[in-house]
């Protein structure tokens, strides 16, 4: 059992740590996220009867995790923009073009941001982040398309 979820995990850590880190915007709490999930789904990891399941499994885990760090931010839409500033001005390259992209993308809700996420950045199909999310296929495409038009009217102000 620990081999096969080894196994499984390595594949999909950095994965993991992607999506956290675009739908909380914050390095550290990223990192506590993935680790809550994966010593979560690490305890259940012999109840999951489908092993092809894993990765939409674990992502599952991980987005509730997440939900559970938004949730308690004290003011969650100063500090995501804070923390966005923050890691901005760090980076020395195209710093107007990704502080644009990064408060743009604060600025959708979290249901719209874990979408983009696991669709965009983590590269799942529809039926997959519909499966991860619990949510309509249908839906989630509407959502998505939604938040990209919204991306895209807010980078271009």
């Known amino acids: 059992m620990k081999d096969e979820f080894i196994e499984l995990y390595t594949g999909i850590y950095k994965d993991l740590y992607r999506y956290a880190l675009y739908i909380l915007c914050n390095k550290e709490d990223a990192e506590d996220a993935v680790s809550e999930a994966v010593v979560d789904a690490y305890a259940e990891f012999d109840k999951l009867r489908d092993k092809a399941a894993f990765r939409s499994w674990i992502f599952k885990i991980l987005s509730i995790k997440c939900k559970r760090k ?8 100063d500090e995501l923009d804070e923390t966005v500033d923050a890691k901005v001005f760090k980076e020395a390259e195209d710093i107007a073009g990704k502080v644009d992209l990064r408060n743009a993308f604060a600025r959708l809700d979290e249901r ?9 950045i983590a590269g799942y199909e529809g039926e997959e982040v519909s499966k ?6 249908n839906t989630v495409r509407t959502i998505k398309s939604r938040a990209l038009e919204k991306m895209r009217k807010l980078l271009s102000v």
């Open 70 to 77: 938004i949730r308690g931010y004290v003011n969650r839409d």
């Open 112 to 120: 719209e941001r874990q979408i983009l996420t696991l669709s965009v």
């Open 132 to 137: 991860i999310m619990d949510m309509n296929h």
